[in-house]
């Protein structure tokens, strides 16, 4: 998907102009991976651009800071103000928001406390990050090779940049198997995640997904989810799942936010249930949509006006 651009990005204080928000070769974070980051999406709302849960994001980028070391030189009511700028400034009515903490140029040594800390946020329009037809018919998903990174070895916990690496060597693995997207299982061999996206699967009556300690990231989508699912009197727990759990679900989506939810129709070519979307994924992918455009009145906490 290219990138459409805006007109300005938030750089360390100030609004660029798109073409203008150049860094250094040396930039620390380009060559060590070791910087830190949210994806966030402003949606369009009767009041106007709403951004979604963009405390809790926000407070997850600082998390993910402290867990690196790295000291993030604004409070998170400035990038909070930052998001909500760069949002306005861009015009558009929805986009996807991507805050980014790096380490600039100065050093090139492996300690990254003496390199300087630079802020950015920019924001773009994003569609459907699986495809349109994904969204409505459902993705076809492949168990990884690779396996998600070891607690002890790089914090899944924490949204860093570096870690991503580990996310693209099985996202290409499975798209050049003809998939559209890797499930992630972690060193012992459960399943954690998958490259950018929360898992859930439907086992009767229950709504079940991988406990943090699996792998996987402490995903908003993924908290959204499990409240719109209690709410709608499911019961929803955590628990370590098997790869043949997933194969033998009655429904399986996947969720974030630039994937949002979406279905999962085959596994490892067994197909999901009917092969087609399930009736509590489409009911909590509905439900989900509908709350983001500040259409359910008890979620409308979820949305932080711009
Ligand atoms: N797991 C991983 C590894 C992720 O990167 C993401 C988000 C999630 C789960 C879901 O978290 P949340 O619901 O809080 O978004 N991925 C980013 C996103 O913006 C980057 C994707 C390209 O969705």
């Known amino acids: 998907m290219p990138i459409t ?4 990005i938030w ?53 993910s800071a402290k ?57 773009w329009p994003w569609g459907t990050y699986l495809g349109d037809e994904g969204l409505t018919k459902g993705v076809r998903m492949k168990v990884s090779s690779w396996r998600r990174h070891d607690p002890n070895i790089i914090p899944p916990a924490a949204k860093g940049t570096g870690q991503y690496i580990n996310s693209q060597l099985a996202k290409v693995e499975a798209i050049k198997a003809g998939y559209d997207e890797a499930i992630m299982l972690n060193p012992q061999g459960m ?3 998958a490259t950018g996206e929360n898992i859930f699967i439907v086992r009767g009556d229950d709504l079940i997904t991988p406990p943090m300690s699996a792998g996987a990231l402490v995903g908003i989508t993924r908290d959204s989810v499990m409240t719109i699912a209690r709410d709608l009197g499911v019961a929803v727990y955590e628990a370590e799942m098997q790869r ?13 936010t630039a994937a949002e939810i979406t279905p999962v129709r085959e596994i490892d070519d067994r197909v999901i249930g009917a092969g087609e979307p399930g009736p509590l994924t489409k009911k909590i992918q509905e439900t989900f949509f509908a709350a983001v455009k500040g259409e359910v009145e008890q979620y409308g906490q979820w949305l932080e006006h711009v």
Not at 25 to 37: A, D, M
Not at 244 to 256: K, P, R
Request: charged share 20%; with cysteine.
């Open 191 to 193: 399943v954690s995640e």
């Open 67 to 123: 867990i690196f070391t790295i000291d993030i030189p604004y409070t998170r009511e400035q990038l909070m103000d930052a998001c909500k700028e760069t949002v306005r400034a861009s015009g558009l009515p929805s986009c996807y928001v991507r805050p980014l903490v790096y380490l600039g140029y100065g050093e090139m040594g492996l300690n990254p406390l003496l390199a300087p800390v630079n802020v950015a946020v920019v924001v």
């Open 244 to 256: 043949t759990d997933l194969y033998t679900a009655d429904e399986v989506f996947v969720c974030g």
């Open 5 to 8: 651009p805006t007109e300005k």
């Open 11 to 63: 750089m360390d204080g100030t609004l660029v102009p798109w073409e203008d928000a150049k860094i250094h070769i040396l930039t620390h974070s380009l060559h060590y991976g070791s910087g830190v980051f949210e994806g966030i999406r402003a949606y369009e709302t009767r009041k106007g651009p709403a951004i979604f849960r963009l405390t809790d994001h926000i407070d997850r980028l600082y998390r």
